[in-house]
T-cell receptor
Framework: GAVVSQHPSWVICKSGTSVKIECRSL??????MFWYRQFPKQSLMLMAT?????????EQGVEKDKFLINHASLTLSTLTVTSAHPEDSSFYIC??????????????FGPGTRLTVL | GDSVTQMEGPVTLSEEAFLTINCTYT??????LFWYVQYPGEGLQLLLK?????DKGSNKGFEATYRKETTSFHLEKGSVQVSDSAVYFC????????????FGKGTMLLVSP
């Protein structure tokens, strides 16, 4: 149980294009989802917290106009990297919290999406 | 603010050796503590957690005890296997705001046969 999926698992795009990454909770409803970015051999950096039906809360230093987050339903959140550039290449990971399982402090992570911008 | 400090890796062990990965934390409240594991090319998986002082989290032979007096949550396993090779992240959440996770930098474990 508590499975989170991401799609696509990897994507390569040209500089200047936009890329959408989906995060789905498959067997539970997630009122809160989180988006992280992970650089090689480094820890996860929280980008934003996404609540269903409301605007995302972005961490300091994260450009909200560049990283568009939509959480339109209790099982789906999307991250759109707009006008991507090579420096946006990274591993993007989402997580979701299931308040009915594991406690409000436990997050379940997706497998990640590897973005490469040429 | 909150922070988590882990020992730097990589930690290289032979199969069946004893494992300890140190983790200490700084938090203003009473956080929950976690160990997550990331296998190559995959996302993070929750390994174990502890929610209050003196609690012991355990899973798959791994254990960690919430030590409030030393603000530590060291990960241990009595006999590691090659399949345990992964990156291990210590993390905490302090229940403020959205109860976001604060991660350590991760420790890579390499187990050889």
């Amino acid at each position: 149980g508590a499975v989170v999926s991401q799609h696509p698992s990897w994507v390569i795009c040209k500089s200047g294009t936009s890329v959408k990454i989906e995060c789905r909770s498959l067997d539970f409803q997630a009122t809160t989802m989180f988006w992280y970015r992970q650089f090689p051999k480094q820890s996860l950096m929280l980008m934003a917290t996404s609540n269903e039906g409301s605007k995302a809360t972005y961490e300091q230093g994260v450009e909200k106009d560049k990283f568009l987050i939509n959480h339109a339903s209790l099982t789906l959140s999307t991250l759109t990297v707009t006008s991507a550039h090579p420096e946006d290449s990274s591993f993007y990971i989402c997580s979701a919290r299931d308040p009915t399982r594991g406690g409000i402090d436990t997050q379940y992570f997706g497998p990640g999406t590897r973005l490469t911008v040429l | 603010g909150d922070s988590v400090t882990q020992m730097e890796g990589p930690v290289t062990l032979s199969e069946e050796a004893f494992l300890t990965i140190n983790c200490t934390y700084t938090a203003t409240g009473y956080p929950s503590l976690f160990w997550y594991v990331q296998y190559p090319g995959e996302g993070l998986q929750l390994l174990l957690k502890a929610t209050k002082a003196d609690d012991k989290g355990s899973n798959k032979g791994f254990e960690a005890t919430y030590r409030k007096e030393t603000t530590s949550f060291h990960l241990e396993k009595g006999s590691v296997q090659v399949s345990d090779s992964a990156v291990y992240f210590c993390a905490l959440t302090d229940f403020s705001g959205y109860s976001t996770l604060t991660f350590g930098k991760g420790t890579m474990l390499l187990v050889s046969p």
